[in-house]
């Protein structure tokens, strides 16, 4: 691997770490944020690189002028909470690390290449996922990207004008898009495919399509000690059976889904909680499959809280349609990638930047072996030599794409 890859790495591995939880934290729009952005910028013009922010806060590194037909690639700097090292960041020090082999082999590109760093991609503060790329492709409307709001109640609008973009130029940018020719990300797999087969690098046929539920159960608090069975409206009954729920709608439809955030009020041992506040995360192989399983979960929230006199609301806060990525691009790349054997090719669980741009322009993904399909976790990990075949493939379809 050349060293450039490992400086560019080791001087991103510290930022954002999480020391208490393990793992890293880097939310829209935080310290830490601002730090990776920094790091980026810097990286970039340390390679000659013309950066830019567009007009919903995402970052753009041009290797040549801007101009139509411009191949773009790159990922996400934000993580899930406790996340591993490599979702998002991989795919941006590896965009860096495939300019740098482009220079060293003398690569001139005959149509402009452009690093990108997409905003909020894992929703972990706003809620809603991809949401640098749904703005620019005009996938969510401004509007409610604006309101959307924390834990805390700031909102998107508020906390990116203290990041210096104007919350009200945010919003379909389709001059910018045009400049897109074909984009590619490169991104850790997160899961065990690649493992299995073998193979160090694949390429992604699909995206499931995936979507978040928002659900408050609304009850009565009351004494833990002196209240009744019968006497109680207690939301966490039908939580927890909204939980079973899900694992067995997931069963039924060869799906998944889970309940990873909760938020109970008032969160006393000794009380029954007023309300649950519970997120869904749904994701199956077909679009109606998925409808069928959010249904199921639903219809379960909704029986099990009249019987136990609980109040139900239910809200969608995002959903991405299936992606299947455009498969003349899909092989080429897999021809590029695995010369005489080409890569494996994968549908993924996993929702990316590149699922949101294949909406609107050609579009391809790399995946980077993960030997334990960890991911969303401190444990992600993987080799070094599969991340150098990675920054070696992503090298070569850039170059093909940007070649003559
Ligand atoms: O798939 C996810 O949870 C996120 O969009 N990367
Ligand atoms: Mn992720
Ligand atoms: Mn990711
Ligand atoms: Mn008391």
């Known amino acids: 691997m ?6 560019l790495w080791s ?4 930022i954002g770490r999480n020391r208490a939880g393990g793992g890293y934290r880097r939310f829209s729009w935080t310290p830490a944020d601002a730090e990776a952005r920094a ?4 990286e970039a013009r340390a390679r000659g690189l013309r950066v830019e922010t567009d007009r919903n806060g995402n970052l753009w590194a041009w290797w040549g002028e ?3 037909g411009a191949v773009v690639t790159g990922s996400h700097l ?3 909470p406790d996340g591993g090292p490599f979702d998002g960041p991989l795919g941006v020090a590896g965009a860096l690390a495939a300019v740098d082999l482009l220079k060293e082999r003398g690569f001139t590109p005959s149509r402009p290449i452009a690093v990108t760093v997409f905003v909020e991609e894992e929703g972990a503060r706003f809620g809603v996922p991809c949401l640098g790329s749904r703005l620019l492709t005009g996938a969510i409307a401004p509007e409610r990207a604006r309101g959307l709001a924390d834990a805390d109640g700031v909102t998107w609008a508020s906390a990116a004008a203290r990041a210096g973009v104007d919350p009200e130029r945010i919003g379909a940018d389709p001059e910018r898009l045009a400049l897109i020719g074909t984009f590619v990300e490169l991104h850790i797999e997160q899961g065990r495919a690649l493992a299995g087969l073998d193979a160090p690098v694949g390429v992604a046929g699909a995206v499931w399509p995936h979507g978040r539920w928002r659900l408050d159960f609304t009850g009565q608090a009351d004494h833990a000690g002196t209240t009744r069975l019968a006497d109680r409206n207690d939301p966490m009954l039908p939580f927890a059976e909204t939980v079973l729920a899900a694992r067995s709608g997931a069963e039924a439809y060869d799906a998944v889904a889970t309940i990873g955030r909760v938020q109970v009020t008032p969160n006393g041992t000794n009380a029954i909680p007023s309300r649950v506040r519970a997120w869904l995360d749904a994701r199956a192989p077909e679009d109606v499959t998925l409808r069928a399983l959010v249904e199921h979960v639903n219809e379960v929230a909704r029986r099990s809280s009249v ?3 609980v109040a139900l609301a239910s809200y969608q806060e995002s959903l991405t349609p299936i992606v299947k990525f455009q498969t003349d691009l899909r092989d080429r790349v897999a021809a590029i990638v695995g010369g005489a054997r080409p890569a494996p090719v994968l549908a993924t669980g996993a929702g990316h930047d590149a699922g949101v741009l294949a909406a609107a322009v050609p579009t391809a993904m790399l995946f980077v072996r993960n030997p334990t399909g960890v991911s969303h976790a401190p444990e992600e990990s993987a080799e070094r030599a599969d991340v150098h075949a990675g920054v070696v493939a992503l090298a070569d379809v850039l170059a093909d794409l940007a070649g003559t």
């Open 78 to 80: 934000d993580s899930v």
């Open 66 to 68: 801007p101009a139509p």
């Open 307 to 309: 019987q136990h006199g």
């Open 11 to 14: 001087g991103l591995h510290p």
């Open 2 to 7: 050349s060293t450039t890859f490992d400086e």
């Open 39 to 42: 790091w980026f910028t810097a």
